[in-house]
C-alpha cells in the first residue's frame, strides 16, 4: 500500500530548501510520494509556465524525482518517492470558470488540477460541470462553503474527489470545533465515499504520518477501513483521474477490493428479504386453497357414486310374486 500527501504548498519565490525540507520530512515519515501544489487565484496565462525550483534536485516537475527514505536508525534505504506538480485554483468570480471548463493547454503541465469555491453557486458549478480532479473543502474557515449532498454526490459520480486537510487539528486554532463539525457534515453527505486527506500545512514539523492520519480521520467520522483509503488508493485514483484529463480519456484499473456493506444496502437486502418471505406465504397460501378445494370435490364425486350404486341395486333387487 502507497502513502501520499496531494497538498504539499509551496510559493513562488519561496526558498527552494524550505520545499526540499518538506519531502524530506514526509518520506521519513513513511510516504510514497507527494504532490507540490502551486495556488492560483487569477487564470494563468496562455502559455505562462510554473516550474517546480531547480534548486530542489531531488523533487523535479517530470514526477520522477527521489528522494532518499531514512529508518529509525538513520541508515538510508533505497525507497523511491515520487513527486507531482499541482495547480490549486481559488474560484472566486463566476468569469474564471471559463479557465476550467475546457482543456486549457496551460493546465496540462500539472499532474492534478484542484479548486475551491467562495460561493455555493461557485461551488455547484465545480461539481457539476467544471474540469477539475479535486474539490478542496476549506473546514478550517469559520463560513465554508456547502452545497446539497445529490450535487456533491454527482461530482463523485464524475470521478471528482473531495479533500479535506487535517491541518486544523494539530495546529493551535480556535477553529479546530467547527472544523471537526463540517467535516462530519460533509462525510455524512457523502457517506464517506469520494473523500481524501491531505496535510497542507507548510511546517514540516507538524507533518504527520500516514498511521497518525488514520487515526485523526476518525474526528472527522471516516471509518478505521476508509481512513487509510483516504490516503493511499483514493489518490492513485486521483492521478489516474489527472491522468486522463490531459488528454480527455481516462485510464481504467480494475482491482479486487472487499465489499463495503452502506446502509441502503442493508436496507435493500431487508426489503428483498420481507417480499420473498410474503411471497413464500402467498404461495404456500394457494397451494393449501387448492388441496382443500380439490378435497371437497373427490368427496362431493364419492358421495354421487356411492347414491348410485344404491339405487341401482336397488333396482336389480328380486320381488317374488305370489299367483
Same mark, same amino acid.
Given at each position: 500500500?502507497?502513502?501520499? *500527501? ?10 527552494? +530548501? !524550505? ?28 502559455? +505562462? ?13 517530470? %514526477? ?8 529509525? /536508525? ?16 481559488? @474560484? ?9 471548463? +475546457? !482543456?486549457?493547454? &496551460? ?18 458549478? @465545480? ?5 477539475? *480532479? ?24 464524475? %470521478? ?10 494539530? =495546529?493551535?486554532? *480556535? ?5 471537526? &463539525? ?17 496535510? %497542507? ?13 488514520? &487515526? ?9 477501513? =476508509? ?12 492521478? *489516474? ?9 481516462? /485510464? ?16 435493500? =437486502? ?43 341395486? +336397488? ?9
Amino acid at each position: 500500500m502507497k502513502y501520499w *500527501d496531494l497538498f504539499v504548498p509551496y510559493e513562488r519565490g519561496e526558498p527552494p +530548501e !524550505n520545499l526540499r525540507e518538506r519531502l524530506q520530512q514526509l518520506a521519513d515519515l513513511g510516504y510514497d510520494g507527494a504532490a507540490v501544489t502551486m495556488v492560483a487565484k487569477e487564470p494563468l496565462a496562455s502559455g +505562462e509556465v510554473w516550474e517546480i525550483p531547480d534548486a530542489a534536485p531531488d523533487c523535479n516537475s517530470s %514526477g520522477g524525482g527521489l528522494v532518499m527514505h531514512r529508518d529509525a /536508525a538513520g541508515r538510508v534505504r533505497n525507497r523511491p518517492f515520487k513527486v507531482l506538480k499541482r495547480l490549486h485554483f481559488v @474560484l472566486s468570480k463566476p468569469a474564471d470558470a471559463n479557465f476550467l471548463s +475546457e !482543456n486549457q493547454p &496551460s493546465l496540462n503541465q500539472f499532474d492534478l488540477v484542484s479548486a475551491e469555491a467562495t460561493s455555493d453557486k461557485l461551488l455547484s458549478q @465545480l461539481c457539476l460541470t467544471l474540469m477539475v *480532479d479535486v474539490i478542496v473543502l476549506p473546514v478550517w474557515r469559520e463560513h465554508v462553503m456547502l452545497c446539497k449532498a445529490p450535487t456533491m454526490q454527482a461530482a463523485v459520480g464524475r %470521478g471528482i474527489v473531495f479533500e479535506l486537510h487535517y491541518a486544523p487539528l494539530v =495546529q493551535a486554532s *480556535d477553529a479546530r470545533r467547527s472544523a471537526i &463539525s463540517t467535516a462530519q457534515r460533509i462525510t455524512r453527505a457523502l457517506r464517506g465515499v469520494g473523500i481524501s486527506v491531505a496535510g %497542507g500545512l507548510p511546517d514540516p514539523l507538524l507533518l504527520r504520518a500516514p498511521d497518525d492520519v488514520a &487515526s485523526l480521520c476518525r474526528l472527522y467520522s471516516i471509518g478505521s477501513d =476508509q481512513s487509510k483509503h483516504a490516503i493511499s488508493s483514493l489518490c492513485e485514483r486521483i492521478i *489516474d483521474h489527472g491522468e486522463g484529463r490531459k488528454g480527455f480519456r481516462f /485510464a481504467l484499473k480494475v482491482r479486487r477490493v472487499a465489499p463495503c456493506e452502506t446502509p441502503d444496502a442493508r436496507d435493500n =437486502q431487508r426489503k428483498a428479504k420481507r417480499a420473498r418471505a410474503k411471497s413464500a406465504a402467498a404461495d404456500e397460501n394457494r397451494a393449501t386453497s387448492k388441496r382443500s378445494r380439490s378435497g371437497t370435490h373427490d368427496d362431493t364425486q364419492e358421495t354421487a357414486r356411492v347414491q348410485a350404486a344404491s339405487v341401482h341395486e +336397488e333396482d336389480d333387487e328380486f320381488i317374488p310374486l305370489d299367483f
